[in-house]
């Protein structure tokens, strides 16, 4: 059965602290995505990778870096965490499609991150 | 990726039929419609996805207009575990390789109620 699982799913941290959330996938996958969602603002893309050590930015890359130094491993890194920050971060993974089809996403259980 | 309007919220007696509709009129010839929708507390989770043909499977079916300016997802006997974000998206590659983007706007919020 299709797997992606988060390091955490409920995290507190202090402003300032730097911040690793990890994503692991046993899919095989060559895509993998973070997300975060917040209430009223949907699911929005910060990072994502297509292939090892590769990544582009989403739509809110700003204070937040990637790692992707093995095919299954995805980190999302909040290099100096802020309280705007707080959110729900979803990652996900998918396989490269040769066409115009978009391959189905799979996501992790998500982490809940405050940061006080 | 095309955008997409979906109604807010919706409401449905469970074992009836959930009809969820999907405005997505500047949809290209390339662009695909897929619905994911999200259970309190999980990640997304996707139902189904067409073209231009009506699609079925073991989750829903997928009833895409001649024109493919809109759609419908209908659940055929909502349960209460159906309750949910119900989320559809309009999206294609850019051609060639795909990187898988996809673009997820507010959804409805499908109540199924006793």
């Known amino acids: 059965d299709v797997k992606v699982t988060q390091s955490s799913r409920y995290l507190v941290k202090r402003t300032g602290e730097k911040v690793f959330l990890e994503c692991v996938q046993d899919m095989d996958h060559e895509n993998m995505f973070w997300y975060r969602q917040d209430p009223g603002l949907g699911l929005r893309l910060i990072y994502f990778?297509?292939?090892?050590?590769?990544?582009e930015k989403g739509d809110i890359p700003e204070g937040y870096s990637v790692s992707r130094e093995k095919k299954e491993r995805f980190s999302l890194i909040l290099e100096s965490a802020s309280t705007n920050q707080t959110s729900m971060y979803l990652c996900a993974s998918s396989l490269t499609s040769g066409g115009w089809y978009q391959e189905t996403q799979y996501f992790g259980p998500g982490t809940r991150l405050l940061v006080l | 990726d095309a955008k997409t309007t979906q109604p807010p919220s919706m409401d449905c007696a469970e074992g009836r039929a959930a009809n969820l509709p999907c405005n997505h009129s500047t949809i290209s010839g390339n662009e695909y419609v897929y619905w994911y929708r999200q259970i309190h507390s999980q990640g997304p989770q996707y139902i189904i996805h067409g073209l231009k043909n009506n699609e079925t499977n073991e989750m829903a079916s997928l009833i895409i207009t001649e024109d493919r300016k809109s759609s419908t997802l209908i659940l055929p006997h909502a349960t209460l575990r159906d309750t949910a974000v119900y989320y559809c998206?309009?999206?294609?590659?850019?051609?060639?390789?795909?990187?898988?983007?996809?673009?997820f706007g507010q959804g409805t919020i499908l109540t199924v109620h006793p």
């Open positions: 990778s297509y292939d090892v050590k590769m990544k």
């Open positions: 998206i309009a999206s294609a590659n850019a051609g060639g390789t795909s990187y898988g983007k996809l673009t």
